[in-house]
């Protein structure tokens, strides 16, 4: 098991997240991708002289290239992706891993705190909006068949994983989407699994850039689904 963990600018908690992270999942082996942090991040990780904790260090190039570095590295027969803020907390990542050892048919499982059973706690309410907003916008381009297509919450089997990475091009957020568009085209099976979102953001802040995030989406949308769903998600946009 590889669990994969982008991470800028997360000083003063990623030493205590990882160690979180060790105690639920002593088999793994954890991936921490610095993406060109300007704090000590990389310090805090180095500090913790831990073999089963691997640093790699990215120049800036956003969650997208931090993604693809650390799954490009990881070794397990199963990878798991999750914030280095742990928003999904241990606990989910070790349900990944358990449901692709469970169901070996499965090629992806994506965590899900918008299905029937998923929940979030703690989120502040314009950020939560936003979220179910364009998660639903989205589930129009996928057919209806996901619940979440943005969350960072996903497992992997590494053999169809390496065949995958080298056709990616995505270094932003939009990476989640073009790895679901590009799953489905090969024939991937991708299952969802409720899953727990906490907020862990000190005194719930953390910028929020709206526009530029739902920008990629759209984009997506228009690649996917021609001017009329550009504009029918345009229209949905429009009051935020």
Known sequence: LSVVVPAFNEAGRIAGNLKALRAALPEAEIVVVDDGSTDATAAEVEALADPAIRLLRNPRKGRGGALKSGLAAAGGDIVVTVDADLSYGPEEVRRLFEHLRKYPACDLVIGSCYMPGGR???????????????????????????????????????????????????????????????????GWR?????ATLTWRRAGGGGSFSFLPTASSHLSFLLARHGLLAYLVSWALLAPI
């Open 190 to 194: 991708i299952e969802e699994i409720p």
């Open 120 to 186: 979030t706690e703690g989120v502040p309410a314009k950020r939560l909006w936003a979220s179910r907003i364009g998660n639903r916008l989205l589930r129009f381009a996928f057919h209806g068949r996901f619940h979440t297509t943005t969350g960072i919450l996903r497992g992997y089997r590494r053999g169809r994983l390496q065949a995958m990475l080298p056709n990616l091009v995505s270094d932003g957020k939009e990476l989640y989407l073009e790895f679901l568009h590009k799953a489905l085209a090969a």
